[in-house]
């Protein structure tokens, strides 16, 4: 079982690390932060295409990240 939780674990830190750096970055450095950026992270827009579906898989792996380490803590 700790093996299988193990497996799991690398694989979806793996994903969760690929789909993270596939994310284009959300504001242009800092003048992006003074001129604006703080409207992108509080929601204002919404995602589309591609971005839409890299967001929801970044909350679901790490979701699944957090529950695989504290499955895996748990029965080691």
């Not at 793996?14 to 003074?34: D, Y």
């Not at 929601?43 to 890299?54: D, F, N, S």
């Amino acid at each position: 079982m700790e093996q299988l939780l193990s497996i799991m674990l690398v694989i979806v830190s793996i994903l969760l690390i690929t789909v993270v750096l596939l994310q284009s970055g959300r504001s242009a450095g800092l003048s992006g932060a003074i001129s604006g950026g703080a409207e992108q992270m509080v929601g204002k827009t919404k995602a589309r295409g591609l971005e839409a579906v890299l967001s929801k898989a970044t909350v679901v792996l790490g979701v699944l990240f957090f529950v695989f380490a504290l499955w895996l803590g748990y029965f080691m």
